[in-house]
């Protein structure tokens, strides 16, 4: 059984630039979830899918990204106009649906803006 | 706002020691409860998870949960150095299904 798996682990950009991340989740796992973490934070909710349907979505999360699930599976997450407090580390997780799901994390995706 | 707090300390304790981290929630209706370890440059992953008043138990970890004061707890007994990490507190939000995190504590275990 493999594990969240996120692509690119690491992505330096220069001010302006766009970004995307990919997710894959867990194969049963129909939740899939977006965070955003910054070094001595703990990771902050971007936005959450139950199969293809974008069900919630931060309000910190601004108009310059995107994230789209289009066939339930994989999830890309898109920063346009990129910007120098965008750099962090992109956290994908998902679960199964029910009361007693826990979301189970990818390794990341590091972005430096430059 | 929803709110998690946790000491972000460090907390430094004695290999062989209990290390003990703490955490509150402002939401009265949570219902879920759970515990990630993260190591520095890693992701967290999940240790434990908590549903009911009371203590849970995984081997070396004591989870603990108190509805009434918005309190939760994880006891890390026989403490190693390989547990020196950042340990996150978060829970579910009752009314949607993202999860909310707290800052984490950082604990140091010293050998």
């Known amino acids: ?114 | 706002q929803k709110e998690v707090e946790q000491n972000s300390g460090p907390l430094s304790v004695p290999e062989g020691a209990i290390a003990s981290l703490n955490c509150t929630y402002s939401d009265r209706g949570s219902q879920s409860f759970f515990w990630y370890r993260q190591y520095s440059g890693k992701s967290p992953e999940l240790i434990m998870f908590i549903y009911s008043n009371g203590d849970k138990e995984d081997g070396r970890f004591t989870a603990q949960l108190n509805k009434a004061s918005q309190y939760v707890s994880l006891l890390i007994r026989d403490s190693q150095p390989s547990d020196s990490a950042t340990y996150l507190c978060a829970v579910r939000d009752p009314y949607g299904q993202n999860f909310v995190f707290g800052p984490g504590t950082r604990l140091s275990v010293l050998p």
């Open chain 1, 1 to 114: 059984d493999t594990g969240v798996s996120q692509d690119p682990r690491h992505k330096i950009t220069k001010r302006g630039q766009n970004v995307t991340f990919r997710c894959d989740p867990i194969s049963e796992h129909n939740r899939l979830y977006w965070y955003r973490q910054t070094l001595g934070q703990g990771p902050e909710f971007l936005t959450y899918f139950q199969n293809e349907a974008q069900l919630e979505k931060s309000r910190l999360l601004s108009d310059r990204f995107s994230a789209e699930r289009p066939k339930g599976s994989f999830s890309t997450l898109e920063i346009q106009r990129t910007e120098q407090g965008d750099s962090a580390m992109y956290l994908c997780a998902s679960s199964t649906q029910g009361p007693g799901n826990t979301i189970y994390f990818g390794e990341g995706s590091w972005l430096t803006v430059v």
